[in-house]
């Protein structure tokens, strides 16, 4: 069974930095393809990235390209969310998840195909 754990959350001001990080159990972590979503209070859950297995393929919400960059390190089964220039609307619980696969460079825009959730993580941006 696969688990991940994400850390990094916090406070910040706006225009600040953090960097999220989503660490798996799994020994072989390019098996599984990623995306990070978020949910803030009153709005519905939304997809803010996702990387493929050996990160061929990546795409990014349009509410966070150019500030957000994510990434994965399969040797430390760790995958990235670098957060920079936040803004307020960025304050959410943080998830990732992750599902299986065996092509390359699948990235799947469906919260149905994930299997494999955290417990996420706060993000809290005001002054």
């Known amino acids: 069974q696969l688990q991940l754990v994400e850390s990094g959350g916090g406070l910040v001001q706006p225009g600040g930095s953090l960097r999220l990080s989503c660490a798996a159990s799994?020994?072989?972590?390019?098996?599984?393809?990623i995306r990070w979503f978020r949910q803030a209070p009153g709005k519905e859950r939304e997809g803010v990235s996702c990387i493929s297995r050996t990160g061929g393929n990546i795409n990014y919400a349009a509410s966070v390209k150019g500030r957000f960059t994510i990434s994965r390190d399969n040797a430390k089964k760790t995958v990235f969310l670098q957060m920079n220039s936040l803004k307020p609307e960025d304050t959410a619980v943080y998830y990732c998840?992750?599902?299986?696969?065996?092509?390359?460079?699948?990235?799947?825009?469906?919260?149905?195909?994930?299997?494999?959730w955290g417990q996420g993580t706060q993000v809290t941006v005001s002054s």
């Open positions: 998840a992750a599902a299986a696969t065996s092509l390359n460079y699948y990235c799947s825009d469906n919260v149905r195909d994930y299997n494999y």
């Open positions: 799994e020994f072989t972590l390019d098996r599984y393809m």
